[in-house]
């Protein structure tokens, strides 16, 4: 099947700083991305979703100016998680979609802000 | 709006028996319905998909759901239960291809030997 790789898959950061997380379709060109956050034990919540050269859709509640999200490729996305805080701690995962496939997803990313 | 509720947030299985993961679903329009699996600290692995035609789909791994309609049901069934079988199992909907998933709570499954 494709293959989607979200780096890094592991990053601890300070309070304040900002961390960003990539997505990068392997093998398929990914028109939309998709990206979820994922708190322990419970299930995955969109976060937004990119189109390819637009302006991603976020969801209702989740800050745009704090995950900004950026497609500008039809292989990678990306989400900066800025001014990081210890409650943005938590498993994001990114999926990706060609124009005919279903949504493939990465191997997500343990954000721990300290 | 879409939603999905899956029954039970743990299931214990012993190695050899049946799972059942349950699954039920609200749209407005014909679903697109997935079952997908995930292991400690990874993504999400497709296990099988129903989009149109034959109501009983098979997956990877042994797996298959069956969807009723009447019954607005995408249970994932495997007759018989391996050790590694023993992880997170998300049921989900979308309106149609290429459109975002909604995903249901969960059921962890742990397989006893």
């Known amino acids: 099947g494709a293959v989607v790789s979200q780096h890094p898959s592991r990053v601890i950061c300070k309070s304040g700083t900002s961390v960003k997380i990539e997505c990068r379709s392997l093998d398929f060109q990914a028109t939309t991305m998709f990206w979820y956050r994922q708190f322990p034990k419970q299930s995955l919540m969109l976060m937004a979703t990119s189109n390819e050269g637009s302006k991603a859709t976020y969801e209702q509640g989740v800050e745009k100016d704090k995950f900004l999200i950026n497609h500008a490729s039809l292989t990678l996305s990306t989400l900066t998680v800025t001014s990081a805080h210890p409650e943005d701690s938590s498993f994001y995962i990114c999926s990706a979609m060609g124009p005919n496939t279903e949504a493939f997803f990465g191997q997500g990313t343990r954000l721990t802000v300290v | 709006a879409q939603s999905v509720t899956q029954l039970g947030s743990h299931v214990s299985v012993s190695e050899g028996a049946l799972v059942l993961l349950r699954c039920n679903y609200s749209s407005s329009v014909p679903p697109y319905l997935f079952w997908y699996v995930q292991y400690p600290n990874q993504g999400l692995q497709l296990l099988l998909k129903?989009?149109?035609?034959?109501?009983l789909v098979k997956g990877i791994n042994g797996f298959e759901a069956e969807f009723k309609k009447s019954e607005t049901s995408f249970h994932l069934t495997k007759p018989s239960a391996h050790m590694s079988d023993a992880a997170e199992y998300f049921c989900?909907?979308?309106?149609?291809?290429?459109?975002?998933?909604?995903f249901g709570g969960g059921t962890r499954v742990l397989v006893k030997p």
């Open positions: 989900a909907v979308s309106k149609a291809a290429g459109n975002k998933l909604t």
């Open positions: 129903y989009t149109t035609g034959a109501t």
